[in-house]
């Protein structure tokens, strides 16, 4: 059985700290993605990263991809209020269309 | 803009009442999946779909059916409701031909069982 571990579970911060959310798996994915899940909606796919020590950004948030494609990790700068959410990862085992989903973290950043 | 439809954001229903949550989307996706979201538990495979009239069992299908009759459209069906069903539905749709692969995500049916 393929999982997904993320770290921490649970992040309470204020407006303007830095964070990173980690995501770590024994198996290996052939892309992974990043997705935020706000109260009351369905997630929503931030990123995509499909090669080993793969970076992107997107304004204040910086994805990576391990070198291995076993993990992945989430870095926001300077997080604001409107971070705050459930922040899901999800591997995609080669061959296979079901993704493996992260056991979640909940951030909070306060005013 | 494309999007994952689910008919309703908020359903109660009766112990042993037959429920059907419908699922449409409008981007020609060939994949399908249904969830359950619960606290402490994560997200929670029920069924999913590759293809029009195809089905597999996700991890829970347990009291749960699906129905693909056509590509657009993904159908739960909780044959008799009971309390342990309550929880949120979250469909998903994804296609195998994006270079890019990721769900889109219907807003979720929050569904309770009285």
């Known amino acids: 059985t393929q999982l997904l571990e993320q770290s921490p579970q649970f992040l309470s911060i204020q407006e303007g700290e830095n964070l990173t959310v980690y995501c770590n798996s024994s198996?290996?994915?052939?892309?992974l993605q990043w997705y935020r899940q706000e109260p009351g909606e369905g997630p929503v796919l931030l990123v995509t990263?499909?090669?080993?020590?793969e970076v992107k950004k997107l304004k204040r948030l910086t994805f990576q991809f391990g070198d291995a494609r076993k993990d992945s990790s989430l870095h926001i700068t300077a997080a604001q209020p409107g971070d705050t959410g459930l922040y899901l990862c999800?591997?995609?085992?080669?061959?296979?269309?079901?993704?493996?989903f992260g056991t979640g973290t909940r951030l909070l950043v306060s005013p | 803009d494309v999007k994952v439809t689910q008919s309703s954001r908020y359903l109660v229903k009766r112990t042993g009442e037959k429920v059907f949550l419908e699922c449409v989307q409008d981007?020609?996706?060939?994949?399908m999946f249904w969830y359950r979201q619960d606290p402490g538990l994560g997200l929670r495979l029920i069924y999913f779909?590759?293809?029009?009239?195809?089905?597999e069992k996700g991890d829970i299908p347990e009291g749960y059916s699906v129905s693909r009759e056509k590509k657009e459209r993904f159908s739960l069906i909780l044959e008799s409701a009971s309390t342990n069903q309550t929880s949120m539905y979250l469909c998903?749709?994804?296609?195998?031909?994006?270079?890019?692969?990721?769900?889109?995500f219907g807003s979720g049916t929050r569904l309770t069982v009285v």
């Open positions: 998903a749709s994804s296609s195998t031909r994006a270079s890019n692969y990721g769900y889109t």
């Open positions: 198996s290996v994915f052939s892309s």
């Open positions: 990263v499909v090669t080993g020590g």
């Open positions: 999800a591997g995609k085992p080669t061959g296979f269309q079901k993704l493996v």
């Open positions: 981007m020609d996706h060939e994949n």
């Open positions: 779909s590759y293809d029009v009239k195809m089905k």
